[in-house]
C-alpha cells in the first residue's frame, strides 16, 4: 500500500494509525497539542487527573469494544455506575426521570402541565421538526422543553435553540421521549437496555479515557509508526502526484519541514484542513469553510474536602442564574482520579474562543468557578483548596442552519479534487459523533485503503433510528464520548 500521514491523535486519528500498524503499513501520526487523545484525553496537574468532559466507555460497536480491550488489559477497567442529575430551580432532579421525583420538585399543578403539554404536542406536533425545537416539542412537550431543554441548550450553544438543528438532537438522544421515560420510571429495566440515554453502567479506564490513548500511541509507536507531539500541518498541497505537507514543529516560529505522502487520514477540523490547501480554493468552498462553527470549552478543576462529593458522574446545572453548565465529580468517576480525604470537580463552561471566559486569566476564572459553586450550594465558602484551568478549542462542531449544506460543499469538493484526502471523526468529517463512531470511521476508512473496500464512511451515525446498517456491519450508537446535551428526561 502507498504511503500514508495521518493528522490528529485523537480517537479517529490513533484508530486509523493503529488499524494501518497492525496490518504491517506503518505511519507518520502528526498532532498539534502536546498530548494525545484529543477531548478523549485525561490532564494532569499536580497528581490530579480530570477529564475534558464525560467520557462512558459503552458501544454497541462491537469491533469498537475489541479495539478497547486489545489496547487495555481487563483490570486496567472499571464498571461504574451511571449516575446524572439536573440542578434547577435550586432543586436536584433524577435522571431518568422517576415520577416521585419530578412531581415533588415541580408540584402537581405543573406536572400536570407538563403532561398535558406532551399530550397536546402527540396530538398536534409541531409542524417543522427540522429544528431542535421542533424536534425536542414533538418528544416532551412543549412546557418541558421550556423548563428543561431551552435554558441548557441556549448554555451549550451560545445561540437561540430554535437555530440549532435536529440533527444533533437525533444523535444524542434516541428513541427517547417523555412516555418511554415515564414507562422506565414506572417500570424499571423495561426500557433501559433500548435506549441508549438510559444505559446504567459503563466501562471506564481507572486512570481516565486518556489512559487508553496514551496506551495506543505506545503501541503504535512500537509497531513501527511514528507519533509527532506538537507538530502540525499548516499547509497541503499536490506534488509530482503526490501529497505534499508543510508541518511545523515547536511554540512560534519553530521549524518546519516538507513531508510527502500518497494518502491523508484527516482529523483536524474540517475547516483547518480546506484553509491548508491555501487562498485558490473555489470561493464557494472558502464560503463554506468559513461558515462552519464550533463551540468551545472551558474546564475549572476545582479541589474540594471529600464531603462535598456526591454520587453523580456530573450534574447538569439549568440555573439560568449561572454560567455553568456541568459539574463532574471526577472522584464518581475513579477513585483513582483523586486523593483520599478530597475529591476534585470539574465545572464545564461552553464559551468560543475570545470571549470574556476564554481570555480570563486562570485565577480569575477559578475564582469566577469557585462563586458560582458556592452561589449553587454545592460548597460552602472558603472549601475550595485548589484549581485548575484547561481550555479545549473546537470541542463541539456545531448543527446550525447552513452545516449541512456547507459540509456537503466540503465532501463533493474533497471527493473530487482531494480523493486521497480521508477525513475521519468528529472534526474532521464536522460531525457530533461519539468516541464509538469516531473510531469506526477510522476503522472503514482503514479497510478502504488497505482492502480497496468501498465504505461510505459518511454514513456511519446519521440515521435517527438507534440500530444501523451499513455495508455489512452493524453500526449502533454508543456513548463514547457523553457531551453535555440535553436534560430533563433527556440526557446525552
Not at 498530548?35 to 484525553?41: A, C, L, M, Q, T
Amino acid at each position: 500500500m502507498d504511503s500514508t500521514v495521518v493528522v490528529g491523535a485523537g480517537p479517529a486519528g490513533l484508530t486509523a494509525a493503529y488499524e494501518l500498524a497492525r496490518r504491517g503499513h506503518p505511519c507518520e501520526v502528526f498532532e498539534a497539542d502536546r498530548v494525545v487523545g484529543g477531548i478523549s484525553r485525561t490532564e494532569e496537574r499536580d497528581g490530579w487527573r480530570f477529564d475534558i468532559g464525560g467520557h462512558r466507555f459503552f458501544t454497541k460497536v462491537s469491533r469498537v469494544t475489541d479495539f478497547w480491550n486489545e489496547i487495555l488489559d481487563e483490570e486496567d477497567f472499571l464498571l461504574r455506575p451511571r449516575m446524572s442529575r439536573i440542578h434547577y430551580g435550586g432543586r436536584f432532579y433524577d435522571y431518568p426521570l422517576r415520577a416521585s421525583n419530578a412531581l415533588r420538585n415541580l408540584g402537581v399543578l405543573e406536572s400536570a402541565r407538563c403532561v398535558g403539554s406532551y399530550a397536546w404536542a402527540r396530538i398536534r406536533p409541531p409542524a417543522d421538526q427540522s429544528t431542535f425545537e421542533g424536534w425536542v416539542t414533538a418528544r416532551f412537550g412543549s412546557r418541558l422543553y421550556g423548563i428543561f431543554f431551552k435554558t441548557y441548550t441556549e448554555k451549550v450553544w451560545g445561540v437561540p435553540a430554535e437555530s440549532i438543528q435536529a440533527d444533533w438532537a437525533a444523535q444524542r438522544i434516541r428513541n427517547l421521549s417523555l412516555g418511554r421515560a415515564i414507562a422506565g420510571a414506572l417500570l424499571p429495566g423495561r426500557n433501559s437496555k433500548e435506549v441508549t440515554s438510559l444505559i446504567e453502567e459503563f466501562r471506564y479506564p481507572k486512570l481516565g479515557p486518556g489512559m487508553m490513548w496514551e496506551a495506543c500511541a505506545d503501541r503504535v509507536r512500537e509497531l513501527g509508526s511514528t507519533v509527532r507531539l506538537g507538530t502540525r500541518v499548516e499547509r497541503v498541497r499536490r506534488h509530482r502526484g503526490r501529497l505534499a505537507l508543510t508541518v511545523r514543529t515547536g511554540e512560534g516560529e519553530g521549524t518546519t519541514r516538507e513531508v510527502y505522502c500518497d494518502n491523508l487520514i484527516s482529523s483536524m477540523p474540517l475547516s483547518t484542513l480546506i484553509h491548508a490547501f491555501g487562498p485558490d480554493v473555489p470561493d464557494i468552498v472558502a464560503e463554506a469553510a468559513a461558515g462552519l462553527r464550533y463551540r468551545d470549552f472551558l474546564t475549572v478543576a476545582l479541589v474540594v474536602p471529600e464531603r462535598f462529593s456526591f454520587p453523580d458522574n456530573w450534574i447538569y446545572i439549568h440555573s439560568p442564574e449561572v454560567r455553568l453548565g456541568r459539574v463532574q465529580n471526577y472522584g464518581s468517576w475513579s477513585p483513582y482520579l483523586v486523593r483520599a480525604g478530597r475529591t476534585c470537580l470539574g465545572l464545564e463552561y461552553f464559551v468560543n474562543e475570545g470571549d470574556d471566559l476564554w481570555r480570563m486569566p486562570d485565577d480569575d476564572l477559578v475564582a469566577f468557578g469557585t462563586r458560582e459553586l458556592e452561589h449553587l450550594g454545592l460548597v460552602t465558602p472558603g472549601e475550595v483548596q485548589r484549581g485548575y484551568v484547561v481550555r479545549m478549542p473546537k470541542a463541539y462542531p456545531v448543527y446550525d442552519a447552513d452545516y449541512v449544506h456547507n459540509v456537503e460543499v466540503l465532501r463533493k469538493y474533497l471527493d473530487v479534487e482531494w480523493p486521497r484526502i480521508h477525513p475521519v471523526g468528529r472534526n474532521g468529517m464536522h460531525r457530533y459523533n461519539n468516541q464509538d463512531h469516531s473510531m469506526l470511521t477510522a476503522m472503514l476508512t482503514v479497510e478502504n485503503l488497505v482492502d480497496g473496500a468501498r465504505h461510505d464512511v459518511w454514513e456511519v451515525n446519521v440515521d435517527a433510528e438507534y440500530h444501523e446498517e451499513r455495508a455489512g456491519h452493524r453500526i449502533a450508537r454508543g456513548t463514547g464520548r457523553d457531551a453535555p446535551v440535553l436534560l430533563g428526561p433527556t440526557a446525552p
